[in-house]
């Protein structure tokens, strides 16, 4: 059995809201997102906390826009990654999981 530092992340992008923004993306913001995830599937977690190009960032305090993401029975952080040239998006970490949980408007709006 893998340790969960090398284990290869798993992704789950079935969150309703970003879903919503994903679709949302200009084509080339699709393409960029798919090459992002399909490179994310390939890494273990400690590649991924030290990839230049994700800048994977704990987003504290959580904002109050992003709060009700939070589940109350588990003490999960957020973290901002980065999803294509110009977007974030917002995950949590959930065993091997990579919970994708919304992709805000623009950078900003991620930490308030």
């Known amino acids: 059995m893998e340790s969960?530092?090398?284990a290869r992340v798993r992704l789950?992008?079935?969150e309703s809201d970003f879903l919503a923004d994903l679709f949302a993306l200009?084509?080339?913001d699709k393409v960029q997102a798919l090459k992002q995830?399909?490179?994310i599937s390939k890494l273990n977690w400690t590649q991924v906390y030290q990839d230049p190009g994700l800048k994977w960032e704990k987003i504290e305090p959580v904002p109050p826009a992003l709060a009700r993401h939070l589940t109350k029975d588990k003490?999960?952080?957020l973290y901002s990654i980065r999803l294509t040239q110009a977007k974030r998006a917002v995950v949590t970490r959930d065993g091997?999981?990579?919970r994708?949980?919304?992709s805000p408007p623009d950078d900003d709006s991620t930490y308030v």
């Open 12 to 14: 789950d992008l079935n």
């Open 96 to 98: 091997d999981f990579m």
């Open 75 to 77: 003490q999960l952080s």
């Open 37 to 39: 995830f399909e490179k």
């Open 100 to 102: 994708f949980l919304v």
């Open 4 to 6: 969960s530092s090398v």
């Open 26 to 28: 200009e084509k080339n």
